[in-house]
């Protein structure tokens, strides 16, 4: 079974979701209505179905939908209403979890499989432009309209108690960008701990979450609308106004005579209008870019060429992801489509645990059930203590039992702090290389 990669594509007018596989460059089925807000189109849980949040009616609007599609049918299957309009959407790995960013600086937790909010914040002075998650997953990076770039602790959110004690909710609040940021973006693996930010101001900058700091400003020629981090994580590449993509290197290299600017070492010439969008293929190769000139660009990355042109029929194109799907047999792709369909999320609630319209003060995540298994030779100290609870509840358990577990978990624990802090050692020597470089 092989893994297909899907092109999609969505404009600020009604054009539709835009599909095509990214080898051949043949259209796949058009999903409509949609005037896409940008970075508000998402495949949720590894493309189990599509999200994306439309574009108020009248820029006055307090209130535009949230649509929900599935792969096998063209029109739109749930229609969402937020309390506000809402423009970058973001999901989790598995896709149990949405976030929105809205046009008040709020924003939003939802739980996909009910579609109870289960929390929302005050993130922002302005508007939230973009949204992304730490490679782990525990905490949340936003940018805004007002120039800043936070930083939150998702596990926060959920402490009550927590919440009163500190001053500020977020982690990190970092505000040397002057204007609008537009986008931002996470580094992975050995990159985990640094986040790449881009504005209206000209610049990106680099940052270090483990360390809480600004490491380098990248400065452009044109504005920059969108970056997308190199899989292979030697560069990050920035798409600009003026229809280039610059190619920025992360690892100190620098080029004196560049005609582009310090540590900007090529770029991607193609486009007739700014470029929008970006987004990078699992081969580490193939760069895919959207532009106000109404196309989607297949790039071969390291050629620096362009492999296909994709047009978008009418508009400008505002978003590009590429998404992931397994080729099947035709009786697998009945079970698959029986079970998409059976995936849709109901409606996204407006207010938390609300039946009146107002908003309660608190939201609660139930625990959910390890996926870990109990029978592996490894058991990590969290499964341990749930085997633990469980023996203590049980008039089976034996004392000696107990006892056992909880010497497995001390010693669980303890590797696992080792290896945290050789980690974290690793991640160190990386961001003090990269402060040096400056």
Known sequence: MADDELVLATSAVDAGIACWDLRSGSE????????CAPAGLLAVGCGRFLAASQLPDHPSSTSAPIFFFSWDKPQVEVRSFPAEPICPLLSNSDGTFIFGGGSSGSIYLWEVSSGKLLSKWNAH???????????DESMLISGSVDGSVRV??????????????VRNLYVYSFSEHSLRVTDVVSGHGFCNSIIVSSSEDRTCKIWSLSKGRLLRTVYFPAIINAIAMDPGEHAFYAGGRDGKIYIVALNGEHNPDSSHGLFIIGSLTDHSKAVTCLAFSID??????????????VWDAKKKLVVRVL?????PVNNVIIVRQQSCSDSQVLQSRKRMHLSMPPPLNKYINSTDGELESQAVIVPQPTRE??????CSSTVMKNQIKELQNSSRATEMEVEKLRM???RSAQVAQQWSKLYQDLQDVYVDKMLDDN
Request: charged share 25%; glycine share 10%.
């Open 125 to 135: 002075y302005r508007s939230v432009t973009c949204l992304t998650l730490s490679d």
């Open 311 to 315: 047009k978008h029929m009418k508009g």
């Open 408 to 410: 497995q978990c001390a």
């Open 152 to 165: 939150w602790s998702l596990l926060m959110m959920f402490d009550e108690i927590g919440k009163e004690a």
């Open 373 to 378: 298994p109990l029978d592996t030779g490894y």
């Open 284 to 297: 580490g190769v193939t760069l895919v870019s959207g532009s106000e000139d109404g196309t989607v660009r």
């Open 28 to 35: 796949r089925l058009r999903h409509r209505p949609c005037a």
